[in-house]
C-alpha cells in the first residue's frame, strides 16, 4: 500500500513546474503544446480505424491498429507531461513511457517484414497503366463479341435459308449440334432432341447402320475426300425418311480427327420416285418378256401358214 500510495500519490517529488521556475510564459508553452500534441496523437487513431474499418480489401490491416496504438500511448506520455507539472507522479509517467517504449519496439519489428511486401504494391503510375490496359482488352473484347455475334447471326440467317439440316460434330466430346432444320426434318421440334451422337445413331435403319459406319470410318482415315451416304432415318412419326447425309471432317497437327460438318438433305420424294420408276421399269421388263415368250410361241404356225 505504501509503494502503491508513493507510485500515485509521491511526496519525495518536486512537481516539474518547478524546473520552470513556476514562470507562467514559460509553463503554459509546455502545457498547451504538450496538450495540442497529445489531442493530435489522439485523434490520428480514431482516423486510422476509421480507414482499416471502410477498406476491407486492405492488405496487413493490422499494423494499422498498432500504429494506432503506438501514437495512442505517445499522447498518453505528453498528457502526464502536463500532469506532472503540478503533480510529480513520476512513477506513473516512466510507466507509461515503458509501456509506449514496449508498444514502439514491436510496431517497429512488426514493421521490417512489411517493408518488402509493400514495396511490392504497384504504384498509382502502375495502377493506371493497368487499368488503361484493361480498358483496352475490354473494349477489344467488346469488338470481338460484337463481330462474333453479327457472324451468329449471319449463320443463324444461313441456317434458317437453307432447306438441308445442318450438324457439327466434335469427335473429341461426341457432342453435336443440330440445326433446327435437321430437328425439323425429322419432325421434332427444337428442345426435344439432344446435342448427343446417340441421337442420330439410334434413328438410322438397322439394314443401313454398318453401311454407314464403314463410310464415316473410310474418310477419317482418308480413304475418300469427303463422306457421303444415303440411308433411312427414323422420324417422330414412326415412319423412315431417306437422308442424303455429307460432311467434311478436320484433323489436327497429328493426324486425329478432332471435328466434323455436315448436312442432312431429304431426298425421300428422289428416292420414292426411283423406286416407282424401278417398278415400271420392272414392268415394261415382264411385259416385254412375256411378249417376247409369246412370239416366240407363235413362231412356227406363222411359219406354217407361210409355207
Known amino acids: 500500500m505504501a509503494f502503491l500510495d508513493n507510485f500515485f500519490f509521491p511526496n519525495q517529488f518536486i512537481p516539474h513546474g518547478h524546473c520552470y521556475l513556476w514562470k507562467p510564459g514559460l509553463v503554459w508553452l509546455h502545457v498547451v503544446s504538450d496538450s495540442l500534441t497529445a489531442i493530435a496523437y489522439y485523434s490520428i487513431p480514431f482516423m486510422l480505424v476509421y480507414f482499416v474499418s471502410k477498406r476491407k480489401d486492405l492488405p496487413f490491416d493490422w499494423i494499422f491498429l498498432m500504429f494506432g496504438a503506438f501514437i495512442i500511448a505517445c499522447g498518453t506520455t505528453h498528457v502526464m507531461d502536463v500532469w506532472t507539472l503540478w503533480y510529480p507522479t513520476y512513477w506513473l509517467s516512466g510507466l507509461i513511457k515503458a509501456i509506449t ?60 435459308g437453307n432447306n438441308d439440316g445442318i450438324w457439327d460434330w466434335n469427335i473429341k ?47 477419317f482415315a482418308k480413304f475418300t475426300p469427303f463422306y457421303a451416304k444415303e440411308f433411312r432415318v427414323l422420324c417422330k412419326d414412326g415412319k423412315y425418311k431417306w437422308i442424303l447425309d455429307r460432311g467434311q471432317a478436320l484433323w489436327d497437327e497429328n493426324n486425329n480427327v478432332i471435328r466434323m460438318v455436315g448436312s442432312h438433305t431429304d431426298i425421300t420424294e428422289r428416292k420414292q420416285a426411283e423406286e416407282t420408276l424401278s417398278k415400271i421399269l420392272a414392268q415394261l421388263e415382264t411385259k416385254v418378256e412375256e411378249r417376247t415368250a409369246e412370239l416366240k410361241k407363235n413362231q412356227p404356225i406363222i411359219r406354217g401358214r407361210n409355207y
Do not use: C
Open 101 to 160: 517504449a514496449l508498444i514502439s519496439v514491436t510496431t517497429a519489428v512488426q514493421l521490417v517484414p512489411l517493408i518488402p511486401q509493400a514495396l511490392a504494391l504497384p504504384s498509382h503510375a502502375q495502377l493506371e497503366a493497368a487499368n488503361s490496359q484493361l480498358a483496352t482488352e475490354i473494349a477489344e473484347r467488346k469488338r470481338t463479341e460484337e463481330v462474333l455475334r453479327e457472324s451468329e447471326e449471319r449463320w443463324q440467317l444461313a441456317l434458317r
Open 173 to 219: 466430346t461426341n457432342q453435336v449440334f443440330f440445326s433446327s432444320r435437321w430437328k425439323e426434318m425429322l419432325g421434332y421440334e427444337d428442345d426435344e432432341i439432344k446435342n448427343h451422337l446417340q441421337e442420330i445413331w439410334t434413328r438410322i435403319h438397322p439394314d443401313d447402320l454398318d453401311a454407314v459406319v464403314k463410310a464415316v470410318q473410310d474418310h
